[in-house]
């Protein structure tokens, strides 16, 4: 069974933090880049942040930069979003991504998502 999990999200108050987790399994977590995207309602989904297989590189939309770290751990098939100062305009469902491009094919898999509210 191919499946991402993502955990952590919940409510919380502007300028705080939260860390989310995507967990994986079914596949080699080791061979796919990850990324997490986010969707607020009436809007369309956007990338948050990606980070490369061995974790050697990460990059973030601008309205992430110096808020937001993506990590991930490939020992516990896990990947992380630490996200602090957070404002209202982060309210969103958050997803992970896993994509592998072997050649001529891409696999990319989709997790359920997690709803974060940022709200005082």
């Known amino acids: 069974q191919v499946q991402l999990v993502e955990s952590g999200g919940g409510l919380v108050q502007p300028g705080g933090s939260l860390r989310l987790s995507c967990a994986a399994s079914g596949f080699t977590f080791s061979r796919y880049a990850i990324s997490w995207y986010r969707q607020a309602p009436g809007k369309e989904r956007e990338l948050v942040a990606t980070?490369?297989?061995?974790?050697?590189?990460?990059t973030y939309a601008d309205s992430m930069k110096g808020r937001f770290t993506i990590s991930r751990d490939n020992a516990k098939n896990t990947a992380y979003l630490q996200m602090n100062s957070l404002t209202p305009e982060d309210t969103a469902v958050y997803t992970c991504?896993?994509?592998?491009?072997?050649?001529?094919?891409?696999?990319?898999?989709w997790g359920q998502g997690t709803q974060v509210t940022v709200s005082s």
């Open positions: 991504h896993a994509e592998w491009r072997a050649g001529l094919w891409t696999y990319a898999y």
């Open positions: 980070i490369t297989t061995a974790g050697g590189s990460a």
